[in-house]
């Protein structure tokens, strides 16, 4: 995979992310009181009745340790003081493509033992196995290691992952890169009027992944299909006319993903373009909000009003963006949170967390999908993908509590075959200003 970045010295980041992640694994052994961390990275699992096994899916405590996605089998082992060290799985097997032998920037900072069954793993794990913290699923079990993934190690470490090292946001920004490659090829496309299966594929190609690699299910949509949140549907036709283009998809690096949104106008000259742009222009705006001691739940009241403006600017609806937010109006023509943390997993851990102990900040009322409820810190990556969609079924609701009067339905009608707008950019917080990473990778890509 082409690392975009030649003078960013991964080796160099990699070594203070492991130190990093030592310190983490010290502070959650002692306060769950064990003695040796344990991460399996996880096992491959069959469709039942069948030999069919699903695309696999790395542990994300372990690939937090090691860039490697693709060995099941192994494991993580880490004692306080003690050089960690990689039972890696590389069996001999003409059926399958064997993992690599171990290589990379990590290596020298492990012990590293190859096994060729899993079973060999047993005789390497720390002992007794009543003093190892087992992170992983049950599925993960080895004679009596079995995941017991204790609260007290699980909190700290899930919390701790907020605050991205160094390697971690070089890591994302390549990300970043790859995702925009495919979305480039996805617009170009889109512009020549392909259907959704075909720009699909012109995406996974431009990115050079498929879809058991992407971070998550491409949503690729044409037309009303932009008004379905989570539209996964591939329509080998394209409609007549194609009007409108909404695609949310990203890439993975090293285990690490982005999670980027885009949406597109066929006549650049008309009123969606003007829409877009203008949820485009106050996207940037919020994106600038991701500041430290800002509180995230705020930033997504902040974006229901921006977008109610910007609704009652293009006359779709009658109200104040105040009073739209407090009739329910609002959430009708944005009906998800503003975004979420996003790292190892698209939708990363602790978005809720209340502190490394755990507890949980409840979700503001009448905002049942926000994904993040903390006050934001140096450190932490966001997403911040506001939307607007025009959905019967949500608008129907609308008219049935009564507010039927705040909404001009001509306006509505106009739009509804144009079905949404999402635009979506992943931000870091630091100590000054707000980082996008994700404009800079589209601003090279022309
Ligand atoms: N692509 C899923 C999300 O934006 O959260
Ligand atoms: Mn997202
Ligand atoms: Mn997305």
């Given at each position: 995979m082409t690392v975009s970045a030649p003078n960013v010295d991964f080796a160099l980041l990699y070594a203070d992310h492991f130190a990093t992640m030592k310190r983490r694994a010290d502070e959650a052994l002692t306060r769950g009181g064990f003695d040796h961390l344990v991460v399996p990275s996880g096992t491959l699992h069959y469709q039942v009745f069948d030999d069919r096994d699903y695309a696999y899916a790395v542990n994300p405590q372990f690939k937090a340790w090691l860039p490697l996605t693709r060995v099941p089998y192994s494991w993580l082992v880490y004692t306080p003081g003690q050089r960690p060290k990689v039972i890696f799985y590389q069996p001999f097997d003409y059926w399958h493509v064997v993992p690599d032998a171990p290589s990379g920037w990590w290596v020298e900072h492990f012990d590293i033992h190859i096994i060729r069954k899993p079973d060999e793993a047993l005789a390497l794990l720390?002992?007794?196995?009543?003093?190892c913290a087992i992170l992983g699923e049950p599925q993960s079990a080895l004679g009596d290691y079995t995941p017991n993934s204790p609260d007290a190690v699980v909190n700290y470490l899930e919390y701790q992952r907020?605050?991205?090292?160094a390697y971690e946001i070089a890591l994302m920004r390549e990300a970043q890169h790859l995702a925009v490659r495919g979305h480039r090829a996805a617009e170009a496309a889109f512009r020549e009027g392909k259907s959704e299966f075909a720009i699909h594929m012109a995406y996974c190609n431009a990115v050079g992944q498929d879809p058991s690699e992407l971070p998550y299910n491409n949503i690729i949509g044409l037309n009303e299909h932009g008004a379905v949140l989570h539209y996964h549907d591939r329509c080998h036709t394209a409609p007549t006319p194609v009007r409108s283009f909404l695609i949310d998809a990203g890439a993975s690096f090293h285990g690490y993903a982005s999670d980027i949104t885009r949406t597109y106008a066929m006549d650049t000259s008309g009123e969606f373009q003007a829409l877009v742009n203008a949820v485009d222009a106050a996207q940037i705006t919020m994106g600038e909000g991701?500041?430290?001691?800002?509180?995230y739940k705020q930033l997504h009241i902040d974006a229901h009003l921006s977008l109610m403006g910007i609704l009652k600017d293009h006359g779709v609806i009658k109200v104040s963006p105040e009073t739209a937010l407090a009739t329910g109006v609002s959430a009708a023509f944005f009906p998800h949170g503003l975004g979420h943390p996003i790292g190892l997993q698209v939708h990363d851990v602790a978005g809720f967390a209340e502190s490394d102990h755990g507890g949980k900040i409840p979700r503001p009322q009448g905002h049942p999908y926000l994904r993040m409820t903390r006050v934001l810190e140096p450190g932490m990556v966001v997403t911040i993908e506001p939307g607007v969609y025009f959905i019967d079924m949500l608008l129907n609701e609308v008219k049935q509590n009564g507010?039927?009067?705040?909404?001009d339905w001509a306006r509505v009608d106009a739009l509804r075959p144009y079905g949404g707008i999402r635009i979506e950019d992943e931000v870091l917080c630091t100590n000054g200003d707000a980082v996008n990473l994700t404009r800079p990778a589209f601003a090279e890509a022309v």
């Open positions: 720390p002992k007794p196995v009543n003093r907020s605050y991205k090292t991701v500041r430290a001691g800002v509180d507010h039927a009067d705040s909404i």
